[in-house]
Every structure is written in C-alpha cells, then in structure tokens.
C-alpha cells in the first residue's frame, strides 16, 4: 500500500505565501515523479508543477515565477512553495506520485487533497 499526506493548505490574502508539502510512504521502491495539481469549483484538475527524480521541472503558465516545487528523495516528499497568490490560486490541491511500489509494479497514486483559499 502507498498513502500520499499533503499539508500546508489554507486561508491566505492576495499576495500571500503558502508551503504545501506531500510525504509519500509505504511500499515504494522508487519514485519517479512527483507533482502537484490543483482542481477550483466547477473546473478540471490541472497539473500545477512536477518534478521528476533527476530534477527536472515543469509548471503551468499561471504559476511561473510565482511557485517553486521541489522535492526530497530520501524523505520522499515534495513542496511546493506559492508566492504572490491570486484569488484565481484557490483550488483543491492534489498530490500525484507515479512510482514504482514494492512488488516492482509501476502506478499513480493520489493524495486526498489539501484546500488553499485566497481571499480577503
């Protein structure tokens, strides 16, 4: 079994910060990308930023400059550090890890996602 646990989500104003992070644990051999999506009322889930296990990175338009993802292999967790949020920010924000468990079987798993709401 893998459990992905976010944490960090919350009311902030216009402009503020946020740290989310998400600690993979279980039955994981090796991780090969972790990422963050997020999903607002009446929307679809959209990819925000992922990061592969030999760094690289990628981020959707709206939150360039803005967001920095970054991860830890030991630990297996990612953050991700928002900065200047928007109200157009507030969203449910998923964890995904696509990894490759225990028994050697590749798969996505989620986390149960973390609220972040901007407003003033």
């Known amino acids: 079994q893998v459990q992905l646990v976010e944490s960090g989500g919350g009311l902030v104003q216009p402009g503020g910060s946020l740290r989310l992070s998400c600690a993979a644990s279980?039955?994981?051999?090796?991780?090969?990308?972790m990422g963050w999506y997020r999903q607002a009322p009446g929307k679809q889930r959209e990819l925000v930023a992922t990061i592969s296990n030999s760094g690289t990175i990628t981020y959707a338009d709206s939150v360039k400059g803005r967001f920095t993802i970054s991860r830890d292999n030991a630990q297996n967790t990612v953050y991700l550090q928002t900065t200047s949020l928007k109200p157009e920010d507030t969203a449910v924000y998923y964890c995904n890890a696509f990894l490759l468990t225990g028994d050697r079987a590749r798969g996505s798993y989620w986390g149960q996602g973390t609220q972040v709401t901007v407003s003033s």
């Open positions: 279980g039955s994981i051999f090796s991780i090969y990308i």
